[in-house]
């Protein structure tokens, strides 16, 4: 595998699978902190160490395969270009925080992009799994298994009283954090979902948006986690966030049904206007895309629109980020330059749909 | 529900501060968040990093006063971190860390952790494999007296066997 291959396509292989679940829950991720037991977290660790650690990591598990994992690329940070950079986080391969790194920091992916294992973040490693929709149980089966094969050939720092040992008092524990990316427009629509947050976040979990800035979810997008990390078992810590999610999904299905009851063409209305945008616009800012893309990937759940594929959103959402619009004209872009090429991206994406 | 702070924005995220024992409640929006300090990190909502050094700095200045009385301050034989470093970077600088602060160490991580500072979960299969395998044994044993009171007795059976197989497994490995 090759860089290029990473920096190509907007959804990652696995994106195109079917999960169950996926009108509403768009991914499942299980991401565990693990560290050297013999070196310092990378924050005070000196230079050689990290250094030893990711030559180590590129030695032993570079182009491997575990399972359905094959081909392990290993990229070094320090060689990508800040576009490039961008491109990954954009696509969740890895961390803003670990695209800020240079010298010994790196990404370890496998070929169907599922499985990312950062190198040097604040961890020494983040291994992270995804799978599409709703199957906590089985990424955390998954990541249990990739877990003890790296295990095989590294000593982890691990404490019989504190468990897996992390560079912040937060990740302590199990160091994992399991998570669901849920598309919540009617939720969002009707405002149920800010009363629900400080409920959910009652229960030890945190509710966020998943892409933009500011406290509107942008794209009606919220990824829902764990925070507690020690003093609960994986397999607890993932029923809780299952029951929760489920629930979820649950009201914004009646919410979903609610609104159709109700103000169907009103519903109707922003609908296809969105979707008129998406078809002909000229110039469309990030904000208006994700607006107007969970719109018709809603009318698309419902049925309203026909001939689209459910992925088109989760395509999208990353192709028009601004890093990917870059990568994709090969230079750097004004913000306005970006809105022109976004629109006629979409433009583009929504002819080949039809 | 609105941000707190603006009046503006719909308030997504959620606080508890615990101030010398005092448990405050703040809702905000993510961009006021940033601002007013409840999160360092724009990425990364839960960080907590100035929370935390505020919660560190309660659970040190414990009533008691036994820090206060130290002359020598604590420091990582392993990486060199002294106490008040990792106070104010509310990050440990090596495995070592948790050793060496460990008296220090459960009031942040009761405050962190909803109240827990002990591991139940996965255990490294090669390097902590014996440890694996008790610990399953005590979860067979809590289930069998489980299965007993409730009188099913064969699947108590089943269960008695496991334990069984596992504890023999181990002391052919002792030999």
């Known amino acids: 595998m090759t860089l290029q291959h990473f920096m190509k396509e907007a959804i990652s292989p696995w994106m195109r699978e079917n999960g169950p679940d996926n009108d509403i829950v768009l991914s499942s991720r299980i991401r565990l902190a693990r560290n050297f037991a013999q070196y310092s977290f990378p924050i005070l660790a000196n230079e050689a160490d990290l250094q030893h650690i990711s030559e180590f990591i590129r030695q032993e598990y570079e182009h491997q395969s575990f399972q359905d994992y094959h081909d392990f690329a290993f990229v070094p940070v320090k060689d990508l270009t800040p576009i490039e950079r961008r491109v990954l986080v954009e696509k969740h391969l890895i961390s803003p925080h670990l695209a800020e790194q240079d010298h010994a920091s790196a990404v370890l992916i496998s070929k169907n992009e599922q499985v990312s294992i950062m190198v040097n973040e604040e961890d020494h490693l983040r291994v992270q799994l995804y799978y599409p929709g709703f199957q906590l149980n089985k990424s955390l089966n998954k990541v249990f298994e990739l877990d003890d094969w790296l295990e095989g050939k590294i000593d982890y720092a691990f404490d019989e009283k504190r468990g897996y040992l992390t560079g912040c008092p937060t990740n302590v524990g199990t160091g994992m954090r399991a998570s669901v990316m849920m598309h919540l427009p009617a ?25 933009g800035e500011g406290s509107q979810a942008t794209g009606n997008l919220f990824q829902i986690s764990n925070q507690i990390t020690l003093g609960k078992s994986e397999e607890d810590i993932v029923e809780d966030l299952q029951s929760v999610v489920r629930e979820l999904i649950e009201h914004e299905r009646t919410a979903r049904n609610h609104i159709m009851s109700q103000s169907q063409t009103r519903l109707e209305d922003r609908i296809y206007r969105s979707y008129g945008i998406m078809t002909c616009g000229r110039i469309i800012e990030s904000k208006e895309a994700a607006k107007c893309l969970s719109d018709v990937r809603l009318g698309i759940d419902l049925g309203m629109i026909e001939n689209v594929s459910r992925n088109i959103l989760n395509e999208l959402m990353v192709l028009t980020q601004p890093g990917f619009l870059q990568q994709y004209a090969k230079k750097t872009l004004t913000p306005h330059e970006r809105d022109v090429l976004r629109a006629s991206l979409i433009r583009e994406r929504m002819q080949l749909e039809n | 529900m609105e941000c707190q702070e603006c009046h503006q924005r719909p308030a997504t995220l959620h606080f508890t501060q615990v101030i010398n024992g005092e448990k405050t409640e703040v809702y905000v929006c993510e961009v006021c968040a940033k601002e007013e300090g409840y999160m360092s990190y724009p990425e990364e909502g839960f960080s907590l990093h100035h929370l935390l050094s505020g919660l560190f700095d309660s659970a040190f200045e414990s009533p008691k006063g036994t820090l206060g009385q130290q002359k020598k301050e604590l420091q990582c034989p ?98």
């Open chain 1, 187 to 211: 939720l969002a629509l009707t405002q149920r979902i800010s009363r629900m947050i400080p409920a959910i976040n009652q229960l030890g979990l945190v509710v966020r948006g998943v892409y």
């Open chain 2, 78 to 175: 392993k990486c060199e971190m002294t106490l008040s470093e990792f106070r104010r970077a509310g990050k440990f600088g090596c495995p070592a860390c948790y050793e060496t602060f460990a008296d220090n160490l459960d009031p942040i991580f009761r405050r962190v952790h909803s109240g827990n500072t002990k591991h139940y979960g996965k255990i490294p299969a090669r390097a902590f494999g014996d440890m694996r395998v008790k610990k399953q044994v005590d979860a067979y044993k809590e289930e069998l007296q489980r299965l007993i009171k409730n009188e099913a007795f064969e699947e108590a059976a089943t269960v008695r066997d496991k334990i069984k197989e596992l504890e023999e497994e181990t002391r052919g490995e002792d030999t």
